[in-house]
Structures are given as structure tokens and as C-alpha cells.
């Protein structure tokens, strides 16, 4: 009995000792150690940078404490903490924010002080450049706007490193053609007409602005491409944000644009919408001096003309995006583009001295409605897209008074496109696959003085699908590679006659994308792709528009598309040295051309096939920052070109060796509050089929002053400061040769006053914001 009650009393006290490392163990468990992201933003949806976070464990007991700061994306990352957590997240424009929670990912919104003194800009030495998951390289917006003086999404383009702006013409460099994107989707506008629509985007929206030498299949275009990442503000309340600019421009007269854009935006939903009218007034002058052999018999010929343009443009945006959630999203957009200039030529034609005088009258006009509407549900989307363009031109040429020509032309519009793309992971690898289709009709008539007229419908089918897999190297890179094949079917009418086939082709377009980070600042990218270019539909026509009394305007009927397989590989060093290798090679080339005509004293500009167009160079681009408050970037290419093929009778074989330099300066002065630039490029002398143009340079200088008024910032730019944006070109081929000089008003002073102003926005709430959100 006494041993019983021992070996009881010997039990109750062995509990005693274990439960206690029980529980410890039991509590030490229940703190597992895991991995916590999150992201830090600011109450318009912006990631906030370099804020600081502090992490310790809930229970007061522990005293581990980590500490992090945001990246420039306003994401943080501890590989290591105990659940449950409690986060202070600071920084010196925000006021403090506190979480305690348990999820493995969290989104902070910081709310500014309301004592802040001033604006505070803090700069650092952060990566110039970035790379994403699809190969592209991406500039962040927010580093864009505080390195530059950008007041419209045209200037941040331009402000890219590796872009060339050729007269109102945007390149890539080692790029012959570069679409401009919006959101991963293609506006179908002219230079002028996306000029305008860039405008009416807030610059405060841009996310980023993504590189592609190589443009992924899902996005709808091939070959290069610079895509507008565009951020709709989001608010945990209603908020409402606008945008209001002016600007006077000045060269031969004074014009005057405006606009405005503005957003309204809670949590799951928000709307924009914006506005611009441009008014522009350009004077340009030509020499075209030829002796043009006709029937053995040389004639002397030169012809001056100077042509004035007055043009008013509108354009109008809608959009309305709702997330309900982060899986699924609605976007619908719609643009409206009215376009009406009109163009006076005044002529003198001396022709084996004979003088002619004359005039020539061009009246346009046209309207474009774009509506496009997307679905999205996690990595799948579907959508499509309708525009409809109709132009109106009438066009009325004197010769001495006493000769009249009148034209008119006019060209109807309808494309209807519908679209799927998906993505999906299999065995670690990304699959990716689409297909497309589009519906286009179009319709160009071209009367001459009531009696002669053309009738030209033509109607296209293109299908297109694709498939991509995307194989991880380990977490140093990837190969993306693809394969899409192109179905298209065009045919056309002539004065309602039997139809005829204009081309029925099928194609196959691989890609490959290859990124690898030796290190995160050392990456090199290499894509090599192949693309088709069709030409447009008035190029393809049959009509003749006149531009004086010798030269005109003609459509080729019988012209191709041509093909391209172009070669990419950049090296990016310490996230802001670029050094590049690229190659190109056009088949079936198209060009337009200035021919002298067999058949009569005239001269026609014509799109014309050339076999084959190589290209193949180096480009360089170095930033500098020797001294504070000054940044300066070097930009460099030198090609190798090489055309050959025949222009009707005419053999062509020619190459050239050839370059082009670039400077951007950046002054800040008094901070961010007061800047300027000074930017200049040389291009020397190129090959155009018939064409050997000369060298030309250009300087452009802005000043711009955040003044004392919030939101209030005025710009002053000059355009050409020395007005030598001139074209000189001539032809030395036997039987055509000739030389002309263009030259105009392309230095333009502007003053622009812009203001952005907060209206409505919801009473503030003190609860501190603990959304999850996935990466």
C-alpha cells in the first residue's frame, strides 16, 4: 500500500515537471516561423518608397526585432518572422501606420501629414532600369517624373533612353517600326492623332513605361513596341482628382491648345475621362530642281512650292475600369478623334524656262469612335474592340488661273476584332496561348472634276493564334519562346465589279526571348523575332492626288508586304548602362519614293517593294551624374545598311555606314521646384532606295517651374532652337536625278500653364488598412 501511494505521488510530481516544457514546446510551435511580404502605397495607389518597416512579435515577451525599407515598388520582404506579428511602417511625409495581424502578405496605405512643410523630394541611387517577367525592360513612371520635366505621357516616351523621335515619327534604336501601347493594347492612330490621345492621360497614371524588341504575342503586334503601363487610382474612399493645362505655341503664328482630364475613383471602381483640342499652324518650303529626260530630251526643271496648314483637333477619352476583387476585372474604353486641317500650296514651276504659277487647295476631314471592352477573370482574358473612320478630302488645283482640277477623295472604315488570351502553369514552366480575329471593310472613292471616278471596297479577314511556354533557369532568368500563325484573307472590288484577290496569305511567327540576371544589376536580353508589315489602304489604292502642277500623289495597287527578322541583344549594367548588338533584315521592303515619270514632264511619290534592306550596329547608352543637381545621357548608334532590288527598270545596290549621337541634360535648380533641359541630336547621312539624305541636327531646350500655388506648374520650350530640322536629299541614279531641300517652321516656342486639383474626397476614417494582396 505504501509503494501505491509512492509511485502516485512520484506520477503527480513527474506531470508537474513535463507540463510546463509542454506548453513551452507547445507555445514555441504555435510561433512557426514564416515568410511575410507585403506592399506599402500611398492614398492614391502609388507604392511608396523607402519607407521604413519594423517588425516584432505580438507577444510582448519576445524582443526580436527585424527592420526593412520599401523598394522602389513600395514592396518589402522578411524571410523569416513569428506569427502572430505586429508592423510600424514610417515614413517622414506620412504618418505612422500599425498592423497586427497573421497573414503571410499585407498592403499598408499611408496616409500624408497634414503639417507637412513643403514638397520633399528624396533621390537616391535606385536601378534606372528593370526588367519584367515577360522580357521586357521597364522604366518606372515615378522615376521618369521626378528625373525629367514631363508634363504629358508623349514626353515621358520621348524621355526613354533607346527612343528616337523622327519628325513626329517615335523608334526604337536597332528598330525600323515601334508600336505604341496602352494597357498591352495598340490604338489604330496616326503620329498627330496619338500625339493628342497621349495627351489626355494623366502623367501621374503611368505605372511604367515597358521596352519590347520582341513584343509578347498576347499583346496583338509584333516586333518592337513601348507599352503604357497605366494605373487606375484607387482610394478606400470616393475620391475625385483633375487635371486642367493651357498652352500658347508660337512659329509663324500664334495657336493655342487646352485640355483637361479627370478621374473619380473608390476602392473597386474608378472612371476617367479627358479632353484636348490642339490647334496647329505650320509653314513649310521646298526645292525640287531635276533635268527629267523625256523621249531623249533633257529639261530643266525647278519647282519651288511653300505650303501653309491650319488644323484643329480634338480628341476625347472614356474609361471605366471595375475590380471587384483581385481575380476579376471590367474595363471599357472609348475614343473619339476629329482631325480637320487644311492645306494651301502656292507653286512656281520653271520648266526649260517657262514660268508656271499656281495654287493648291486641301480641304479634310475626319472622325474615328474606338470602343474597346475587356474581361478579365485571374490570368484569362477575353475581349474585342470596334472603330470606324470615315475621311472626307476635297481638293481643288489652279494653274495660272486659268486651269482648274478638282478632287475629291474619301475613305469609309469598319474593323470589328474580338480576342483570347491565357495563361497557365504546367510542371513549373508558364503556358501561354490566344487567338484573335478581326473583320475589316473599307471603302475609298476618288472623284476627279465630276466626270472620272474610282470605286475601291475591299474587305479582310485575319486570324491569328499562338502558343508560348516561358522555362525557368533556375532564379537567375528564363527562355520565352512562341510560335503564331497568321491567316489572312483580303480582297477588293473595282467600281463594283467582280471581286479580285488582293494577297491570301498564311504565316508562321516564331519568337525567342532569353532574360539572365548574373547578377540582380548585371542582365543581358536577347530576342530574335520575325514580323509582316501590309501597307495602308490608301497606299494600296488606285488614285492620284495632285501637290502642284509637276509632282504628285499616287497609290500602287500591285504593292506586297513585307517581311522582317530582326535580332536584339542588350546588355544592362548596374541597372543603367545599356550596351546593344541588332540586326535586321526586310523583305520585300516598302517605301515611299519621289520617281520621275517615263511618259510625261511629272514627277510621282509612290510606295514602292525593294527585295531586300538589311541593317545591322551597335548602340550604346551611358548616363552621368558628375556633379549634383546635373544628369546628363549619352546616346549612340552606329549601322551598317544595305538595299537591293530593282524600282520598276531601275537596279538598285547600295549600302552606307552611318550613325546617330544623342545628348539629354537635366538641371535641377532651387530642388525639384525649378528645372531644365537641353537636349541635341546629330543624325548622319542614311540610304532610301532611290534616295542618298543627308546629315541632319536638331537642339531643344525646356525650363519648368513648380510655383508657390499647389499643383500649379508653368513650362516654357523652344523646339529647333536654331531651326535646323531640314531635309536634304538627292537621287544620282541614271535617268533619275534630282535634288530637294525642305525646310519649315519647326521651331516652335510654347508656354504652358497646367494645375491639378483634388476635389471631392470622402471624410477620413482613423482605421488603419490591412487588405491582403497577392503578388
Known amino acids: 500500500m505504501e509503494r501505491r501511494r509512492l509511485k502516485i505521488l512520484s506520477s503527480r510530481l513527474l506531470i508537474k515537471l513535463i507540463l510546463p516544457f509542454l506548453y513551452m514546446?507547445?507555445?514555441?510551435?504555435?510561433?512557426?516561423?514564416?515568410?511575410?511580404?507585403?506592399?506599402?502605397?500611398d492614398t492614391n495607389?502609388?507604392?511608396?518608397?523607402?519607407?521604413?518597416?519594423?517588425?516584432?512579435?505580438?507577444?510582448?515577451?519576445e524582443h526580436n526585432v527585424q527592420i526593412t525599407v520599401t523598394n522602389v515598388d513600395g514592396k518589402f520582404l522578411f524571410h523569416s518572422v513569428s506569427f502572430p506579428y505586429q508592423l510600424i511602417i514610417q515614413h517622414m511625409s506620412y504618418s505612422d501606420s500599425y498592423v497586427n495581424d497573421s497573414v503571410s502578405n499585407v498592403r499598408v496605405v499611408l496616409k500624408e501629414k497634414d503639417n507637412t512643410l513643403g514638397e520633399v523630394v528624396v533621390k537616391g541611387n535606385r536601378p534606372m532600369v528593370k526588367t519584367t517577367n515577360d522580357g521586357g525592360i521597364s522604366f518606372s513612371g515615378n522615376q521618369i517624373r521626378q528625373r525629367r520635366l514631363v508634363e504629358t505621357v508623349l514626353d515621358m516616351i520621348e524621355a526613354l533612353p533607346m527612343m528616337m523621335k523622327s519628325g513626329e515619327s517615335l523608334m526604337l534604336m536597332g528598330a525600323t517600326e515601334t508600336s505604341i501601347l496602352i494597357n498591352g493594347k495598340k490604338k489604330i492612330l496616326s503620329d498627330e492623332q496619338l500625339a493628342n490621345y497621349l495627351k489626355t492621360i494623366p502623367v501621374s497614371e503611368v505605372k511604367s513605361l515597358d521596352v519590347y524588341y520582341s513584343t509578347p504575342p498576347k499583346f496583338g503586334v509584333r516586333g518592337a513596341s513601348v507599352n503604357i503601363v497605366i494605373s487606375a487610382p484607387k482610394h478606400e474612399d470616393l475620391h475625385f482628382r483633375g487635371e486642367g493645362?493651357?498652352?500658347?505655341?508660337?512659329?509663324?503664328?500664334?495657336?493655342?491648345?487646352?485640355?483637361?482630364?479627370?478621374?473619380?475613383?473608390?476602392?473597386?471602381?474608378?472612371?476617367?475621362?479627358?479632353?484636348?483640342?490642339?490647334?496647329?499652324?505650320?509653314?513649310?518650303?521646298?526645292?525640287?530642281?531635276?533635268?527629267?529626260?523625256?523621249?531623249?530630251?533633257?529639261?530643266?526643271?525647278?519647282?519651288?512650292?511653300?505650303?501653309?496648314?491650319?488644323?484643329?483637333?480634338?480628341?476625347?477619352?472614356?474609361?471605366?475600369?471595375?475590380?471587384?476583387?483581385?481575380?476579376?476585372?471590367?474595363?471599357v474604353d472609348y475614343t473619339f478623334l476629329h482631325k480637320s486641317p487644311r492645306n494651301n500650296i502656292n507653286f512656281n514651276?520653271?520648266?526649260?524656262?517657262?514660268?508656271?504659277?499656281?495654287?493648291?487647295?486641301?480641304?479634310?476631314?475626319?472622325?474615328?469612335?474606338?470602343?474597346?471592352?475587356?474581361?478579365?477573370?485571374?490570368?484569362?482574358?477575353?475581349?474585342?474592340?470596334?472603330?470606324?473612320?470615315?475621311?472626307?478630302?476635297?481638293?481643288?488645283?489652279?494653274?495660272?488661273?486659268?486651269?482648274?482640277?478638282?478632287?475629291?477623295?474619301?475613305?469609309?472604315?469598319?474593323?470589328?476584332?474580338?480576342?483570347?488570351?491565357?495563361?497557365?502553369?504546367?510542371?513549373?514552366?508558364?503556358?501561354?496561348?490566344?487567338?484573335?480575329?478581326?473583320?475589316?471593310?473599307?471603302?475609298?472613292?476618288?472623284?476627279?472634276?465630276?466626270?472620272?471616278?474610282?470605286?475601291?471596297?475591299?474587305?479582310?479577314?485575319?486570324?491569328?493564334?499562338?502558343?508560348?511556354?516561358?522555362?525557368?533557369?533556375?532564379?537567375?532568368?528564363?527562355?520565352?519562346?512562341?510560335?503564331?500563325?497568321?491567316?489572312?484573307?483580303?480582297?477588293?472590288?473595282?467600281?463594283?465589279?467582280?471581286?479580285?484577290?488582293?494577297?491570301?496569305?498564311?504565316?508562321?511567327?516564331?519568337?525567342?526571348?532569353?532574360?539572365?540576371?548574373?547578377?540582380?544589376?548585371?542582365?543581358?536580353?536577347?530576342?530574335?523575332?520575325?514580323?509582316?508589315?501590309?501597307?495602308?489602304?490608301?497606299?494600296?489604292?488606285?488614285?492620284?492626288?495632285y501637290i502642284d502642277n509637276y509632282s504628285r500623289i499616287e497609290g500602287n495597287p500591285q504593292l506586297n508586304p513585307s517581311r522582317k527578322y530582326a535580332l536584339n541583344v542588350n546588355y544592362i549594367m548596374?541597372?543603367?548602362?545599356?550596351?546593344?548588338?541588332?540586326?535586321?533584315?526586310?523583305?520585300?521592303?516598302?517605301?515611299?519614293?519621289?520617281?520621275?515619270?517615263?511618259?510625261?514632264?511629272?514627277?510621282?511619290?509612290?510606295y514602292y517593294n525593294i527585295h531586300k534592306s538589311q541593317r545591322f550596329g551597335v548602340m550604346a547608352i551611358v548616363p552621368l551624374n558628375l556633379i549634383h543637381g546635373f544628369e546628363s545621357k549619352f546616346t549612340l548608334m552606329g549601322f551598317y545598311m544595305h538595299q537591293e532590288g530593282s524600282i520598276d527598270e531601275i537596279t538598285l545596290d547600295k549600302t552606307k555606314v552611318s550613325g546617330r549621337a544623342s545628348i539629354s541634360n537635366t538641371i535641377n535648380l532651387l530642388g525639384n521646384k525649378l528645372m531644365a533641359e537641353i537636349d541635341g541630336w546629330v543624325q548622319l547621312p542614311v540610304i532610301q532606295g532611290l534616295y542618298d539624305v543627308k546629315a541632319m541636327w536638331n537642339i531643344t531646350s525646356k525650363v519648368s517651374w513648380k510655383t508657390p500655388i499647389k499643383g500649379m506648374s508653368v513650362s516654357i520650350k523652344v523646339d529647333d532652337m536654331f531651326n535646323t530640322l531640314r531635309s536634304r536629299v538627292q537621287s544620282n541614279v541614271p535617268q533619275q536625278r534630282f535634288s530637294f531641300r525642305s525646310y519649315g517652321d519647326s521651331r516652335i516656342f510654347s508656354l504652358r500653364l497646367s494645375y491639378i486639383f483634388n476635389g471631392y474626397k470622402a471624410k477620413e476614417r482613423k482605421t488603419i488598412v490591412n487588405d491582403r494582396l497577392g503578388f
Not at 514546446?25 to 502605397?41: E, P, Y
Not at 502609388?46 to 510582448?60: G, H, L, R, W
Not at 479627358?274 to 529626260?293: D, I
Not at 519651288?304 to 480628341?315: A, G, L, V
Request: charged share 20%; with cysteine.
Open 45 to 61: 495607389g502609388q507604392p511608396v518608397m523607402s519607407a521604413s518597416v519594423i517588425i516584432q512579435s505580438s507577444d510582448s515577451a
Open 574 to 606: 548596374r541597372s543603367k548602362y545599356i550596351i546593344g548588338l541588332f540586326g535586321e533584315s526586310h523583305q520585300n521592303y516598302f517605301t515611299q519614293l519621289l520617281k520621275l515619270k517615263k511618259d510625261e514632264i511629272a514627277a510621282a511619290y509612290k
Open 245 to 331: 493645362f493651357v498652352s500658347a505655341n508660337y512659329s509663324n503664328s500664334m495657336k493655342f491648345d487646352g485640355g483637361t482630364n479627370f478621374s473619380l475613383s473608390s476602392k473597386k471602381w474608378s472612371m476617367n475621362a479627358g479632353y484636348t483640342e490642339s490647334n496647329a499652324a505650320k509653314l513649310r518650303n521646298q526645292t525640287l530642281e531635276t533635268v527629267h529626260t523625256l523621249d531623249g530630251v533633257n529639261h530643266h526643271i525647278l519647282q519651288t512650292t511653300q505650303t501653309s496648314s491650319i488644323s484643329k483637333d480634338k480628341t476625347a477619352v472614356m474609361n471605366l475600369t471595375i475590380s471587384p476583387n483581385d481575380n476579376v476585372g471590367v474595363d
Open 25 to 41: 514546446f507547445i507555445a514555441v510551435g504555435s510561433k512557426a516561423q514564416k515568410q511575410l511580404s507585403g506592399l506599402v502605397v
Open 349 to 545: 514651276s520653271l520648266i526649260d524656262q517657262q514660268c508656271i504659277n499656281g495654287n493648291t487647295f486641301s480641304r479634310y476631314g475626319s472622325d474615328t469612335h474606338n470602343v474597346r471592352v475587356a474581361l478579365t477573370y485571374k490570368d484569362i482574358e477575353f475581349g474585342g474592340e470596334y472603330e470606324h473612320f470615315q475621311e472626307n478630302a476635297d481638293q481643288i488645283v489652279m494653274l495660272d488661273k486659268n486651269q482648274n482640277i478638282d478632287n475629291d477623295h474619301n475613305q469609309s472604315y469598319r474593323g470589328l476584332n474580338v480576342y483570347f488570351n491565357g495563361e497557365s502553369e504546367l510542371f513549373n514552366h508558364t503556358i501561354e496561348y490566344g487567338i484573335d480575329g478581326t473583320l475589316r471593310n473599307t471603302t475609298n472613292y476618288v472623284g476627279e472634276n465630276g466626270s472620272s471616278e474610282s470605286l475601291m471596297k475591299q474587305k479582310e479577314l485575319e486570324t491569328t493564334a499562338y502558343l508560348g511556354i516561358r522555362i525557368p533557369l533556375g532564379k537567375k532568368g528564363f527562355i520565352n519562346t512562341s510560335i503564331q500563325g497568321e491567316f489572312i484573307n483580303s480582297t477588293y472590288k473595282r467600281n463594283n465589279g467582280y471581286k479580285e484577290k488582293l494577297w491570301r496569305d498564311f504565316d508562321i511567327y516564331p519568337t525567342f526571348m532569353l532574360m539572365y540576371r548574373f547578377t540582380p544589376l548585371h542582365i543581358i536580353q536577347a530576342s530574335l523575332s520575325s514580323t509582316k508589315y501590309y501597307p495602308s489602304y490608301w497606299a494600296n489604292a488606285s488614285y492620284s492626288s
